[in-house]
């Protein structure tokens, strides 16, 4: 059974920080892109970060370009996405997900997974 679980949300001041975390079981994990994407009420779903896990290449959404890092570790089938000087327009509901590569189209990460779970909730208080 496939597997995404993500964690590490919560409530944080502007200006804050926090580290998510996005364990993957039931594939192939270093045969997978892991993307990061989110959903704020009333929004449209926005990819945030991806990184391949052949290679280690990463994409982030220009909304977040300069403020999240995301990394994997392998041996863990884990992924971390780090999120500094969060701004309120970053409350959200953050999911991990999982599809064969990061795409990227007019510089905005595609939306479209073989896999994804259950999400963590964001939220910055101004």
């Known amino acids: 059974e496939v597997q995404l679980q993500a964690s590490g949300g919560g409530l944080v001041q502007a200006g804050g920080s926090l580290r998510l975390s996005c364990a993957a079981s039931?594939?192939?994990?270093?045969?997978?892109?892991i993307h990061w994407f989110r959903q704020a009420p009333g929004k449209e779903r926005e990819g945030v970060s991806c990184i391949s896990s052949s290679d280690g290449s990463t994409y982030y959404a220009d909304s977040v370009k300069g403020r999240f890092t995301i990394s994997s570790d392998s041996a863990k089938n884990t992924v971390y996405p780090q999120m500094n000087s969060l701004k309120p327009e970053d409350t959200a509901v953050y999911y991990c997900a999982a599809d064969d590569v990061c795409t990227v189209i007019g510089g905005t990460l595609l939306t479209l997974y073989d896999y994804w779970g259950q999400g963590t909730l964001v939220t910055v208080s101004s």
């Open positions: 039931g594939f192939t994990f270093d045969d997978y892109a």
